[in-house]
T-cell receptor, first 112, second 114 residues
Framework: KAGVTQTPRYLIKTRGQQVTLSCSPI?????VSWYQQTPGQGLQFLFE???????NKGNFPGRFSGRQFSNSRSEMNVSTLELGDSALYLC???????????FGQGTRLTVV | KNQVEQSPQSLIILEGKNCTLQ??????????LRWYKQDTGRGPVSLTI?????NTKSNGRYTATLDADTKQSSLHITASQLSDSASYIC?????????????FGRGTSLIVHP
């Protein structure tokens, strides 16, 4: 059974640009959640999608958005990138909300 | 304020020894508590999940305990191995209008020396 796949693995963007990250969940999983991990703040919850609907959201500005498609794949978008957005972005999938989550390898975003 | 505090921040032990990591939380209303292991450069891997009614959960050499009254949890690692070197993260979720909001601890960095 394939695990959670995140693409791309590495990304370098310039301040002010926007970026889209992709996450393919484990087959059969309907919940996808996104997290930001930085050395300074640790892991922080961004948002969770279930059945194409955002179910809950962390404390991040509106520049961070996401969506989930009918096949449960999810994308996360960050607009008007800032230097502080440099981080490892992790995606996790689970069968339903609040069940065991399986993480992908993450996308390492560097903003210059 | 919903917080999760882990201690110690880092720990160095010899291979074969046992160790215990601590997690204290103020998250409310409580839904569940999870322990994750994160190797450098990789995503976290779930070790245990405990709900309010569970006070012990094991996964091989890993045993987690939960005291919901004092809002404390511990992760005990038995007979440590070099591969146990990683960051261990405690996550406490609260219920919020039918959904679940996780709060992460900063993690304990464990180094196992031969």
């Amino acid at each position: 059974k394939a695990g959670v796949t995140q693409t791309p693995r590495y990304l370098i963007k310039t301040r002010g640009q926007q970026v889209t990250l992709s996450c393919s969940p484990i087959s059969g999983h309907r919940s996808v959640s996104w997290y930001q991990q930085t050395p300074g703040q640790g892991l922080q919850f961004l948002f969770e999608y279930f059945s194409e609907t955002q179910r809950n959201k962390g404390n991040f500005p509106g520049r961070f958005s996401g969506r989930q498609f009918s096949n449960s794949r999810s994308e996360m978008n960050v607009s008007t990138l800032e230097l502080g957005d440099s981080a490892l972005y992790l995606c996790a999938s689970s069968q339903t909300m609040n069940t065991e989550a399986f993480f992908g390898q993450g996308t390492r975003l560097t903003v210059v | 304020k919903n917080q999760v505090e882990q201690s110690p921040q880092s720990l160095i032990i010899l291979e074969g020894k046992n160790c215990t990591l601590q997690c204290n939380y103020t998250v409310s209303p409580f839904s569940n508590l999870r322990w994750y292991k994160q190797d450098t450069g990789r995503g976290p891997v779930s070790l245990t999940i405990m709900t309010f009614s569970e006070n012990t959960k094991s996964n091989g050499r890993y045993t987690a305990t939960l005291d919901a009254d004092t809002k404390q949890s511990s992760l005990h690692i038995t007979a440590s191995q070099l591969s146990d070197s990683a960051s261990y993260i405690c996550v406490v979720s609260k219920t919020s209008g039918g959904s679940y909001i996780p709060t992460f601890g900063r993690g304990t960095s464990l180094i196992v020396h031969p």
